[in-house]
């Protein structure tokens, strides 16, 4: 299986603030796409009481696992980052590709595929590398859109949370000041003034609770119960589709949508909370919430467990999860559900197929945070938000609102019935709907009463969107049947069509492109012949373009995503040359072929693996060293032909060589600004 491997943090942040001022881009993400916030427009809402510049971030899944995946996030404009579902099994065997995008959206991967140590880690670094972005001021911000909020998730059972590795790691989200300080002396001498910066040490006092794969229904009061209690954590229940029921599941999937081919088996319902368990134990929590003063709410949804009928994933997995824009329908019905019943008493958090197109909506739901995670897998990838904010200055510019507050209160036009349905003085009231009828701001006019008007106005602007939203086509199986173009041809080592798709939608940033010369690499074979070798010129491989594309060992985890989007058969991550971070992850990885470099450019080992086999290329006495599984030779690099000499084989293909050598030139070049580059200097 592969395995996703940290990258120091000296060398993220040399990486990060590198690659904005040689190539305007961050992690592979153009500075053009960044989501910086607007001068026009509040985006705040509060999450637990607490400021948070935007509602948007990213679920709990690919893009919050690593830092550079968070701080990825950030820049896309994404402010509430509910981080990658921990437990205490942290060496899951994972099945291989673990997502397919194709249509709607589906998986096989469950929680973190780092251990637990190894994830506190990463959301340190992200944390710090986010501040040190905003001191820095290349990033150029909007006024308040600086305040981040970190949700930490956990799963699935009452003893895995209990237990000392979960503790330590809750405890080590609440102080991280060792964390810090370690990670602080390893900021390079070139960013002294910035390793100065006070960093937050208190990354997160609220969680987010995962009730899936497995966890028992009876444990979920127990487990709130007791973060509440022992960990002091504001909380949220992150709660499964399958609390509408088989029934009205299956009715609005297979029959309102038309999924007929998504089959949810009975013991998705079986093995899950009912809804009258749902009711009852969120109601309990509520109580046992204010009496602590800690927040409490609720989240829809996780995704839907279904029978695994994809060719994608292995056949062994009899179910996969599907996400994206059938289950925004599925939860979005869940959310009215919820408001039939408690009314605007909890607040909801939100995961469900958001995109640009519905974005504006959940927002004059009241949602917060609303968290995406399927759409920044397509085509794009983070830098899809930038359409999620122009679409919402859209909506609010539309309905002339400023804030979120006000927004909600104007989206559908619900803002005198949310009025009258708010019990008030009848001078304030008039007061309300004269502002609201003159298009003014809302928030000095309602004062005391405006939490209540935004309130019901939430209420109703639910009822009205579920409404809509059910019937829409735009969800139905319909519009959403066929999956990316293919061209028929097949990937190679090197040249492609250089689309570039597979860099944006790989969420770890493991696909990057870089420059190579435009050459014939000779097919040079050196045949012994008695006592001398003769060159035999074979095929060369010729080199028709500059940009070539590669993969990034440590950050990719073969998830298969980019596979989906290129356009080209193969798999970018498994037929573009692939590049270790070092000679000891290289040799870790046996099955994987492969690059490693040691050293400087001029001149460094090499090690590469074609089909399995490996070979090593390294300076000696002046002489390259070239060696193989059958060979060893040595030669000049200015003529290899004409200075050829073995100690053991018959037949040696240069052209090997030749890839390898000019492949280290190319990735180590001074011009470049890559993930390999960086961790070799």
């Known amino acids: 299986m592969a395995e996703l491997v940290p990258y120091p943090f000296g060398a993220l942040v040399r990486q990060m603030f590198n690659e904005l001022e040689h190539n305007d881009s961050i992690f592979g993400l153009s500075a053009r796409k960044f989501s910086t916030g607007s001068q026009t427009y509040d985006y705040s809402v509060r999450f637990h009481g607490k400021p948070a510049s935007s509602p948007l971030g990213p679920a709990a899944g690919p893009q919050t696992q690593m830092a550079q995946n968070i701080v990825l996030a950030w820049l896309a404009g994404c402010r509430i980052m509910e981080l990658k579902t921990v437990q205490i099994m942290d060496e899951l065997q994972i099945p291989r590709p673990c997502?397919?995008?194709?249509?709607?959206?589906?998986?096989?991967?469950?929680?973190?595929?780092?251990?637990?140590?190894?994830?506190?880690?990463?959301?340190?670094?992200?944390?710090m590398l986010i501040q040190m972005l905003a001191a820095s001021g290349k990033v150029a911000l909007a006024p308040d859109f600086d305040k981040v909020i970190f949700d930490i998730s956990?799963?699935?059972?009452?003893?895995?949370?209990?237990?000392?590795?979960?503790?330590?790691?809750?405890?080590?989200?609440?102080?991280?000041?060792?964390?810090?300080?370690?990670?602080?002396?390893?900021?390079?001498?070139?960013?002294?003034?910035?390793?100065?910066?006070?960093?937050?040490?208190?990354?997160?006092?609220?969680?987010?609770?995962?009730?899936?794969?497995?966890?028992p229904p009876l444990e979920i009061e127990k487990i709130i119960e007791f973060l509440f209690r022992e960990n002091g954590l504001s909380c949220i229940i992150k709660l499964n589709p399958t609390l509408l029921g088989k029934l009205r599941a299956r009715e609005l999937l297979n029959n309102i949508l038309g999924y007929e081919g998504i089959e949810i088996p009975d013991?998705?319902?079986?093995?899950?909370?009912?809804?009258?368990?749902?009711?009852?134990?969120?109601?309990?929590?509520?109580?046992?919430?204010?009496?602590?003063?800690?927040?409490?709410?609720?989240?829809?949804?996780?995704t839907l467990l279904v029978k695994n009928n994809r060719s994608v994933f292995p056949e062994k997995e009899a179910h996969m999860y599907m996400s994206g824009t059938p289950l925004h329908v599925l939860a979005m019905n869940l959310v009215a559900q919820f408001r039939a019943h408690f009314g605007d008493r909890f607040p909801i958090t939100f995961a469900a197929g958001i995109d640009s197109k519905n974005f504006p909506d959940a927002v004059a739901l009241g949602l917060a945070p609303i968290t995406v995670c399927s759409d920044l897998l397509k085509t794009g990838g983070y830098g899809r938000t930038a359409t999620y904010y122009k679409a919402l200055d859209a909506q609010m510019k539309d309905v002339g609102a400023q804030n979120i507050?006000?927004?909600?209160?104007?989206?559908?036009?619900?803002?005198?019935?949310?009025?009258?349905?708010?019990?008030?003085?009848?001078?304030?009231?008039?007061?309300?709907?004269?502002?609201?009828e003159e298009g003014g701001g809302l928030l000095d006019v309602a004062s005391a009463n405006y939490a209540a008007w935004v309130s019901?106005?939430?209420?109703?602007?639910?009822?009205?969107?579920?409404?809509?939203?059910?019937?829409?086509?735009?969800?139905?199986?319909?519009?959403?049947?066929?999956?990316?173009?293919?061209?028929?041809?097949?990937?190679?080592?090197?040249?492609?069509?250089?689309?570039?798709?597979?860099?944006?939608?790989?969420?770890?940033?493991?696909?990057?492109?870089?420059?190579?010369?435009?050459?014939?690499?000779?097919?040079?074979?050196?045949?012994?012949?008695?006592?001398?070798?003769?060159?035999?010129?074979?095929?060369?491989?010729?080199?028709?373009?500059?940009?070539?594309?590669?993969?990034?060992?440590?950050?990719?985890?073969?998830?298969?995503?980019?596979?989906?989007?290129?356009?080209?058969?193969?798999?970018?991550?498994?037929?573009?040359?692939?590049?270790?971070?070092?000679?000891?992850?290289?040799?870790?990885?046996?099955?994987?072929?492969?690059?490693?470099?040691?050293?400087?450019?001029?001149?460094?080992?090499?090690?590469?693996?074609?089909?399995?086999?490996?070979?090593?290329?390294?300076?000696?006495?002046?002489?390259?060293?070239?060696?193989?599984?059958?060979?060893?030779?040595?030669?000049?690099?200015?003529?290899?032909?004409?200075?050829?000499?073995a100690?053991?084989?018959?037949?040696?293909?240069?052209?090997t060589f030749y890839v390898m050598r000019r492949l280290q030139k190319a990735v180590l070049a001074t011009t470049q600004v890559n993930l390999v580059k960086t961790v070799a200097d």
């Not at 237990?163 to 790691?169: A, L």
């Not at 309990?284 to 989240?299: D, Q």
């Not at 005198?416 to 709907?433: I, K, S, Y």
């Open 99 to 127: 997502i397919d995008m194709e249509t709607v959206g589906y998986n096989v991967e469950w929680s973190q595929e780092l251990k637990l140590a190894q994830s506190l880690d990463e959301y340190v670094k992200a944390s």
């Open 154 to 215: 956990v799963g699935y059972d009452l003893a895995g949370i209990k237990s000392e590795p979960i503790q330590s790691f809750i405890e080590g989200m609440k102080d991280a000041s060792a964390h810090v300080e370690r990670f602080r002396a390893q900021i390079p001498a070139e960013y002294a003034d910035l390793a100065k910066l006070p960093f937050e040490t208190k990354l997160s006092d609220t969680l987010t609770l995962s009730t899936f794969h497995g966890c």
């Open 267 to 302: 013991s998705a319902f079986d093995n899950d909370a009912s809804w009258e368990q749902a009711v009852g134990f969120v109601d309990r929590l509520g109580e046992v919430a204010k009496s602590l003063g800690l927040g409490f709410g609720v989240k829809f949804t996780n």
């Open 405 to 436: 507050g006000d927004y909600i209160i104007r989206a559908y036009d619900q803002g005198l019935a949310a009025l009258n349905a708010v019990e008030m003085d009848p001078d304030d009231a008039a007061a309300c709907r004269g502002a609201y």
């Open 456 to 645: 019901a106005a939430k209420l109703l602007n639910t009822k009205h969107y579920v409404e809509l939203v059910t019937e829409n086509s735009r969800y139905a199986l319909v519009e959403n049947a066929k999956g990316p173009k293919k061209v028929g041809s097949q990937l190679a080592l090197f040249d492609c069509l250089t689309c570039d798709k597979c860099i944006p939608v790989c969420p770890n940033n493991a696909n990057f492109s870089f420059d190579f010369e435009q050459v014939a690499i000779p097919g040079t074979q050196m045949v012994k012949d008695g006592a001398t070798w003769l060159a035999k010129e074979g095929t060369p491989i010729e080199i028709t373009k500059k940009h070539q594309l590669g993969n990034f060992h440590d950050f990719c985890n073969e998830c298969g995503n980019c596979d989906t989007f290129c356009p080209e058969d193969g798999g970018p991550y498994l037929a573009k040359p692939r590049f270790f971070s070092s000679v000891e992850e290289w040799k870790r990885h046996t099955t994987h072929d492969g690059f490693a470099f040691t050293g400087e450019l001029d001149f460094g080992g090499i090690q590469g693996r074609f089909k399995g086999a490996e070979f090593s290329v390294w300076i000696e006495g002046g002489k390259i060293r070239f060696k193989g599984p059958d060979f060893d030779a040595s030669f000049e690099e200015a003529d290899p032909s004409g200075t050829f000499t």
């Open 647 to 655: 100690s053991k084989g018959a037949q040696v293909d240069l052209q």
